[in-house]
């Protein structure tokens, strides 16, 4: 149970941080282009994380 409940809440945080980055990336695009760089690869990754 406690499994599944911790899936959950890492799934949950993964999806708030996709949203965070997309959302700073938006904002900074314009100033950070390095950055904007690293960051969406680090967002492919976490979009590539095998889910089981």
Known sequence: MS???LFEMIM???FLLVA???F???LLRHKMGHFNI???R???LI???PTK
């Open 24 to 26: 700073l990336l938006m």
């Open 3 to 5: 499994g599944s409940i």
């Open 47 to 49: 979009l590539q994380h």
């Open 12 to 14: 949950g945080m993964e």
């Open 42 to 44: 680090i967002g492919a």
């Open 20 to 22: 965070l980055e997309t």
């Open 38 to 40: 690293m960051q969406t």
